[in-house]
C-alpha cells in the first residue's frame, strides 16, 4: 500500500526525521492561505500522486509570490499527471503540498528496504541523489553504499558512521544522519513498511540534513494491523478494480493487452500469462482466485475482467485442488448469466471432480469453448481475439 508524500512526512515528525515546513491543500484558496502562514518569499507546490517522477512531469512548482501559488495550485488540481511511473492517463491531483522552500547545497539518497533474499533490512545511500538516481545503479554503481542491518542487533552506531562518511558528511552532520537512519529504522518495524524512500535528502547551506521528499510503501499483509495506516489509502490513486478486487480477496492486476486471464494459484497464473504471450498474445490482467474459492467468488473475478472493455477473449486456467473444477464452472456459467458476455471464453479444467466440471460447461449454447491442454488453450484465445 502506498501513501501520499505529505502523509509520509507527517510520520516522519513522529519519529523525529526532520522535514520542510510544508501544509496540504485541496484548493487554490487553501494553497495560498498556507503559503501565507509558512511565510518567507518562496515556495514549492506539489501534486499529491501515488507516482516518482513528478518534477519533470510538471507536477512540482516553484513560486515566488502568493498570487503564483494560486495559480500553479488552479493548474494542477483536477488535472491528471503522467510521469514515468504511470500509464498514459496519469493519476488525478485532488491535493497539494505547499512547502517552504530551503537554499540546497547538495543532494543525497538514502532508503530503507527489505531484502528478503538475505532477510535483512538494507540502507541504500548514494551521494549522487536527486531526480537522476535511478541511472545511478546503471553507470556508476560505485557510487551506490548498501549497509545491511542484523535482525538481532538492529541499527548499530557504527553503520551510520559508514553510511555518514560515504557521503561526506562531517561534525555535527553525523549525530543528524544518525537520527535520521534510526527513525527510518524505528519507523520501518513499527508500522510495517516495506520500503521507506528519501529522495532527495538534502544538506543545506548552513549544514543541516531534511526529507526534501519523502515515499513510504506498507505491507499489504499487515496493514490490516495498523487501522492508522489503512485510514491513509486513497482509492482515487488506485486501479478501481484492484480495489474492488481485494474486497472479495481476489488477487488482480491491470496490465495492458486484450487477454483476459482467471487461473487459481499465482505460480500457475504466471505461467499462464506467460504462455499466452509466447503464443503471440498479451495478458490483460494477473488474476489468482486463490484456492478455497467459492461460486460467488469466481463470478465477481468473472465480472472483473469482463469490465475492461479491451478484453476480447477470456482464458480460465484451473487445476482443482482444493478448489473443485465443478464449482469454478459454476460459477463461469452465473457470471455469463449475470452480465453480457461478448467475448469468446476459452476454459481448461483439470483436477477434482474435472469431468463433472467439463459437463457443465459443454452443451450450454454459450460462446465457451473447452481445451485439453495448456498449450492448446492459450493458442485457442490468442487466435480468438485476434479475431
Known sequence: MNIHEYQAKQLFRQFAIPVPD???????EQAGQAAQALGGDSWVVKAQVHAGGRGKAGGVKLVRSVAEVREASQQLLGSRLVTLQTDSAGLPVNGLLVETTYPIKRELYLSLVLDRASERLIFIASAAGGMDIESVAHSNPEQIITVATHPAAGLQAYQCRRVAYALGLQGSQLP???GIMHG???????????QIEINPLIETDSGALLALDAKINFDDNAVALHPDILALQDPAQEDARENEAQQFGLNYITLDGNIGCMVNGAGLAMATMDLVKLKGGL???FLDVGGGTTVAKVC?????ILADG????VLVNIFG?????DVIAQGILEAIQQIHVTVPVVVRL???NVEEGRALLSNTGLNLYAADDLAHAAEQVVALAAQ
Open 22 to 28: 510544508g501544509q496540504y491543500a485541496e484548493s487554490a
Open 176 to 178: 543528524a544522519l544518525s
Open 184 to 194: 527510518l529504522y524505528q519507523l520501518f518495524l513499527a508500522k510495517d513498511a516495506s
Open 283 to 285: 495478458p490483460a490482467n
Open 300 to 304: 465477481e473475478a468473472f465480472k472483473l
Open 310 to 313: 479491451t478484453v476480447k477473449a
Open 321 to 325: 485442488g482444493i478448489v473443485k473444477c
Open 350 to 352: 483439470e483436477g477434482t
